[in-house]
């Protein structure tokens, strides 16, 4: 019984390895989609499902772990490398970069089928994450620049008199902006909205000692 | 024209006067009886009466006007006027009447009466016009009267009288009309000739000018038909202000409220020969009234401003060409108003027209002349002035007034008379006083003035006038004006006095110059001798004749011993007229004889007699005394000249030779007949190498003057060429003018050779330096270099001097710019301890050539010590010996690398080939087993799906066991599975393998195979394997080319068999060997292991195997097959 939501890419020069993985895939009831090369990766329509990426190592347009690096920036499925010389260093470094696995062939059928549950289980977690930021970020674009500057203060920790100083507005008005940026954010309280600022990457900027100060 | 107007009841005397106050600007009305009912209210202010005081009779039956009327004219208007009302006759009289400034001016009275249908007299109107201007008008009048029969007409003033009755009144309003209003006017009129005939006449009329022409001859109806008397019921308003107007302007028209003709003076029709229905036919054609009778070109703007009157009643003032009867073209103007009705509402139209083509001609002749005569007043080249009696200054002609800068009106000025302005102003200072004293005489005397003076012109200078003034008198012998002329004669004046002064220069000019001149008679009587001579001789002209002329003279002044020879010449030439010349010695006045040079040339009149003799003696004693002089003085200077160990020549500026001195005639020999100048003497004795340039340097110096230098060999007497030095100088006089070249030249052979043998010598030694294969230097004791051979120069790739300026001493920056970084610190050492002690330097080290290669070198140095044992130089060799040490060096690696390969060989080759080879089709084996378990241990198990993994299984176990196989086949170095093929069909298949990935790396592979290549026994797996291995390699080197990718393969004939070869476009290889070395590897995840695992295939198969440098990039990889003997060898 094949199960929908999620699929299997496989990236692996040899086609006899696409093959036998891809059969051994389905008989575990998981579709794959394998792939010659990087590029054939790269350039292929992929649906939009739980995802795995099993990568060899020695590809021939580029090795493995550097494809690793140079996708890492975007969002990609949690990878499970394969390899036909593995040495220590290349795992260890593949597994540094957030690889989930790194296996070398002949690899045994549990081996790669926990490696590919964990990755999928990972991909559920990346994705409902990524979702949580996606929201916080609209909502954070929804604010006006004046509410920015002022989150960028509150966040720092300092008080409504120091950013109302800092920006050259009267206090009372520092404090709508502060109700304001607290109800279109959602945040519950200030911690809430701190650690919202944090999960945004917004720096703190001043501190309470210094408020002037970068 | 008396045709005095039918006017309908409405318009009484009253209305009349307005009409006419209308056109003239003045009009008056009375009622039957005389007495005014109207007058122009300006009129009556301006005589400041009342228009009851008019009408009153103060005193003894006079009129109330009296009063403004002169007294001499009132009896005689009062009564024409009076009977004027009792007859009805037009009343018209000239007299002087009172002006608002309180004198008495001509003035002219017109009055006509106004009758009702019947006849009978309802009123007076009329007008009263300024006569002044009005009579000179007429007396402009061309016509000759007869003064007795003029007189006869009583009632007419003189000029008028002139005029025919009829016609009078028109022609007096006419010239009024132009006066007042400034329109001119025409009028035609009959007018009585000297003869008592009535000719007719054109009269046109401006202010200022009157013009009349005869026109007899083309009225065609001499006598005009009566006025038309239209019935009173038809008369229209339109009509009767025409006819009003017309009385006194004639060429009356009118029009009806429409536009159309209602009447036109018969006059008029009959002149143009058309008819009211004539014209109006105009109008049922879709034109206005005029097309019928206006020049077509002038017809559309006349229509459209009718057009516009007519719309807005408008005064219609226009000016237009239109046709006569005899069809020619003539200019007229027209002017009409509109007449309304109580209401305003326009009924009609009047107008006049008067004809201005003559007058406009006429006029232009008449302004043509007075111009002509005014230019030619200030045209005269001459200048006119006009005074008055008692001399004040009227009028200057332009040339005066453009000459002095003021007309006679400036010279006003208050307090002083004009004249006396003119003479203070313009008159020079010397000759004021002269010219108004002359002037005044004449004006008292009324002689003719004449005198010359000098007149100040408008810039400031003075200029001399010839000035002539005579009186204008009238009958009674008094002066009416002075008429003067006054000529520039400066130029003359000055031509006379230039002519004084220069008679002056000469006179002083003959009397100074320092020669005795002197002039007789043809027969020889002394008739002039200057101041010079005569101060010389001590005798003046005087002396000459009381002493009994020439011959005595010539006895007293002339050496005895010359006294027979001047005789003798001189008689010869009175005799023969030849010119006179001849040394003689002539006793100065202090008695010395001097030696003399007398001329003499004769004077000749127009018929060739002679007249004078002119004569002139120059003492020339010093020069001859100075020639003698310089003879010596030239005899001492060649003598020294020819003692002097040098050979001199002299040139004349244009390079003839003007001496040689004795020494050269001996060492050089004369000169050949035809070499006269430098240029042959040149081309004869200089040696043919040497004469362009001495030629060259020595016609440059001619030209410029300058004094020059020449070097070359000169053939000498005996036709040898010697070297010589030639100096030349120019020897200029006081001006700076060359006179003479000197050229002075010594021998130079001797010096010239020793130079030679010399330079000979030095260049001997500098190409053995140059030329010994070793690179050698010399430098200065403190180590600087001074001299770098040809090798060391090209070894570094720059000169000496290159390095200087740079702050560093050119050993420093030798040793920086040239050793190698880490043989640097030793090098320098090695040198500094060597410069201190003196002890010679030796080192090996590397030094940077050109081309930045480091070549090992040798260096030696030494010290060059002088006579008492000081160091003066340092002698360095540098030998390359790069290519005995990188010998040395590759045995070395060689050695290395031989150690290496044979661990290789039995170790990681092995290794490496099994993990490359047979691990993938374990993994897959491993795979589908796992696959294949499931499918069989799934419910219901998929029996198809573990078949198709069960046979993927086997496919993958056999192509390891191949690989396995062939490993095995490889390290036993034997042939494996020998088989023949075709190498060309083994090529093409591992292409067609790799064709895929070369797409995908956009990678084009181009095969080439010759034709008929021999079959070869070979392991076909191992052979493509070798071919893949090789393309991949080559396909991966091009993966970061830009260009296109090309990756040839090869396959033809060798003279070891058959040669393939598979070339890519990639960077290359450094080092074409090391490739082959198991575990080299440029890419990052390869072991290293194809390339020395295809080699050990190749040379299994008896080939070789080998890298290239690809032409014109990248790499190529060859190797070569045994065609077959091997395989021969193979098969036993």
């Known amino acids: 019984m094949m199960k929908n939501d999620r699929v299997v890419f496989i990236v692996d020069d040899d086609e006899r390895i696409r093959e036998a993985l891809a059969e051994l895939l389905e008989s575990h009831g998981m579709r794959s989609v394998a792939f010659g090369s990087a590029g054939d990766y790269v350039e292929a329509d992929k649906p939009d499902l739980l995802a795995c990426l099993i990568l060899d190592v020695e590809l021939p347009d580029i090795n493995g772990l550097e494809f690793q690096r140079q996708i890492a920036e975007g969002e990609h499925p949690p990878i499970v490398f394969i390899t036909g010389h593995g040495d220590v260093p290349s795992s260890v470094r593949a597994i540094k970069d957030g690889a989930v696995d790194f296996l070398t062939k002949p690899f045994s059928d549990a081996d790669l089928m926990t490696a590919v549950q964990t990755a999928l289980d990972q991909d559920r977690q990346d994705r409902s994450t990524r979702a949580e930021l996606g929201a916080l970020r609209r909502r954070y674009l929804d604010l006006t620049p004046r509410e920015r500057e002022v989150l960028t203060l509150v966040v720092s920790g300092l008080l409504n008199k120091q950013a109302a100083t800092e920006l050259g507005i009267s206090e009372v008005t520092l404090e709508v902006h502060r109700r304001n940026i607290m109800q279109k954010m959602a945040a519950a309280s200030l911690a809430d909205l701190v650690r919202m600022a944090e999960r945004l990457k917004i720096p703190v900027t001043h501190s309470r000692r210094n408020p002037g100060g970068n | 024209m008396t045709n005095a107007p039918i006017l309908s009841e409405p318009v009484g005397a009253e209305a009349a006067a307005r009409l006419v106050e209308r056109v003239v600007g003045n009009g008056w009305a009375t009622d039957p009886a005389g007495n005014f009912i109207y007058v122009t209210p300006a009129i009556l202010s301006a005589l400041g009466l009342t228009l009851y005081e008019l009408n009153s009779v103060p005193e003894q039956g006079h009129f109330g006007w009296r009063s403004v009327i002169h007294p001499a004219d009132y009896d005689d208007i009062a009564s024409i006027w009076r009977r004027c009302l009792q007859t009805g006759e037009h009343y018209d009289v000239e007299h002087r009447m009172l002006r608002a400034s309180g004198a008495f001016g001509w003035s002219r009275s017109s009055g006509q009466p106004l009758r009702d249908a019947d006849g009978r007299i309802t009123g007076w109107y009329g007008t009263v016009i300024d006569a002044d201007v009005q009579s000179v008008l007429l007396n402009r009048l061309p016509a000759v009267a007869d003064p007795d029969r003029e007189k006869a007409a009583l009632d007419a003033p003189r000029p008028l009288g002139l005029i025919h009755p009829d016609d009078r009144t028109a022609a007096a309003h006419a010239a009024a009309r132009a006066f007042w209003t400034g329109v001119p006017q025409v009028i035609r009129h009959r007018q009585r000739q000297p003869d008592g005939d009535y000719r007719w006449i054109e009269t046109r009329s401006e202010p200022g000018y009157s013009v009349s022409v005869d026109i007899d001859d083309l009225v065609t109806d001499k006598d005009p038909p009566a006025a038309a008397r239209l019935p009173v019921a038809g008369t229209s308003e339109a009509i009767g202000a025409a006819r009003v107007v017309e009385s006194i302007f004639g060429n009356g028209w009118a029009f009806d409220a429409e536009g159309r003709w209602i009447y036109l003076h018969p006059f008029a029709q009959n002149s143009l020969g058309v008819t009211l229905e004539y014209l109006n036919a105009a109008l049922d054609e879709g034109h206005t009234a005029w097309k019928r009778l206006l020049h077509p070109d002038d017809y559309d703007r006349i229509a459209a401003t009718w057009h516009h009157c007519l719309a807005t009643g408008d005064h219609f003032n226009v000016e237009f060409r239109f046709r006569r009867a005899s069809g020619a073209y003539v200019w007229a103007r027209t002017a009409a108003r509109p007449a309304r009705d109580g209401q305003g509402h326009i009924v009609g139209w009047f107008g006049i027209a008067l004809d201005i083509d003559v007058y406009k001609k006429t006029v232009a002749a008449l302004r043509d002349r007075e111009r002509a005569f005014s230019q030619l007043v200030d045209m005269v080249p001459s200048h006119l002035w006009q005074l008055t009696p008692d001399g004040e200054p009227v009028f200057f002609n332009r040339r005066m007034v453009d000459f002095l800068g003021m007309d006679a009106a400036d010279m006003v000025q208050p307090g002083k008379s004009g004249l006396a302005t003119m003479i203070e102003t313009s008159v020079h200072p010397e000759d004021a006083a002269p010219f108004g004293d002359a002037l005044r005489h004449c004006f008292r005397t009324g002689e003719r003035f004449s005198m010359r003076y000098r007149l100040r012109r408008s810039d400031g200078v003075y200029r001399w006038m010839s000035s002539g003034a005579e009186p204008l008198l009238d009958a009674d012998g008094r002066v009416l004006q002075w008429y003067g002329l006054c000529h520039d004669i400066d ?642």
């Open chain 2, 491 to 1132: 130029d003359q004046v000055k031509a006379e006095e230039a002519l004084r002064s220069r008679e002056l220069e000469l006179q002083q000019l003959i009397d100074t110059v320092p020669v005795q001149i002197w002039c007789v008679t043809p027969d020889g009587d002394p008739a002039y001798i200057n101041k010079t001579m005569v101060d010389y001789t001590g005798m003046a002209l005087d002396d000459f004749d009381a002493e009994g002329g020439l011959p005595s003279a010539i006895q007293t002044i002339v050496h005895p011993d010359d006294r027979d020879s001047l005789h003798s010449a001189l008689g010869h030439s009175f005799t023969t007229g030849e010119p006179f010349d001849l040394k003689f010695r002539n006793r100065r006045s202090d008695g010395a004889y001097r030696w003399t040079e007398g001329r003499a040339e004769p004077l000749r009149d127009e018929t060739g007699r002679i007249i004078r003799w002119y004569g002139a003696n120059v003492d020339i004693q010093d020069s001859i005394d100075t020639q003698e002089a310089l003879r010596t003085s030239k005899r001492q200077l060649e003598q020294m000249i020819d003692a002097v160990p040098v050979n001199i020549l002299s040139f004349d500026p244009s390079g003839k030779i003007t001496y040689t001195s004795r020494r050269y005639l001996e060492s050089v020999g004369s000169p050949l007949a035809h070499v006269e100048d430098f240029d042959a003497l040149a081309l004869d004795l200089a040696h043919p190498d040497d004469f362009p340039t001495m030629h060259r340097r020595a016609s440059e110096g001619f030209a410029t003057g300058q004094p020059f230098v020449n070097r070359f060999r000169r053939r000498d007497r005996q036709g040898a060429y010697r070297w010589i030095e030639a100096r030349a100088q120019p020897l200029r006089d006081e001006n700076g003018t060359i006179v003479q070249w000197y050229i002075a030249s010594i021998d130079l052979e001797d010096e010239m050779r020793a130079q030679q043998a010399l330079r000979d010598r030095e260049r001997r030694l500098r190409q053995l330096v140059e030329t010994l294969p070793a690179m050698i230097d010399c430098a200065a004791p403190d180590g600087e270099p001074v001299y770098r051979s040809r090798q060391l120069r090209e070894f570094l790739g720059y000169d000496l001097e290159v390095l200087d300026g740079t702050g560093k001493s050119r050993l420093g920056g030798t040793l920086d710019a040239g050793v190698h970084p880490d043989d640097l610190d030793a090098v320098k050492q090695s040198y500094a301890h060597s410069l201190s002690t003196g002890e010679p330097y030796a080192r090996r080290h590397r030094l940077r050539r050109f081309d930045g290669e480091y070549r090992w070198v040798e260096t030696r140095a030494a010290p060059m010590r002088n006579g008492e044992g000081t160091i003066v130089q340092w002698n360095v060799i540098c030998l390359d010996i790069d290519g005995e040490v990188r010998a040395r060096e590759a045995l070395r690696l060689a050695q290395d690398r031989l150690s290496r390969a044979s661990q290789a060989a039995s170790l990681a080759e092995l290794s490496a080939s099994i993990a490359h080879e047979v691990n993938q089709p374990l993994a897959a084996i491993v795979a589908n087993s796992y696959a294949c378990h499931r499918w069989l241990s799934a419910e219901p198990p998929n029996l198809e799906r573990a078949k198709i993994t069960a046979e993927r299984i086997i496919r993958d176990a056999n192509a390891a066991a191949d690989v396995v196989s062939r490993i095995r086949a490889l390290f036993r170095q034997s042939a494996g599975s020998r088989s023949t093929a075709a190498i060309g069909n083994v090529i093409a298949e591992a292409r067609d393998l790799m064709a895929e990935e070369a797409m995908r790396r956009r990678v084009r592979i181009e095969f080439e195979a010759q034709a008929g290549l021999p079959m070869l026994a070979l392991d076909r797996t191992q052979i493509q394997q070798v071919l893949v291995n090789l393309i991949r390699n080559g396909m991966e080197a091009m993966e970061g080319v830009a260009a296109e990718r090309v990756l040839g393969l090869y396959a033809g004939r060798a003279d070891e068999g058959i040669r393939i070869e598979v070339s890519d476009r990639g960077p290359g290889l450094d080092d074409p060997d090391k490739v082959f070395e198991p575990f080299f590897t440029t890419k990052q995840e390869g072991m290293g292991m194809g390339l020395a695992i295809c080699r050990s295939i190749i040379e299994s198969h008896g080939g070789r195997l080998w890298a290239e440098k690809n032409e014109p990039q990248g790499a190529r990889f060859i190797f070569v097959l045994p065609v077959d003997t091997k395989a021969h060898h193979d098969e036993e």
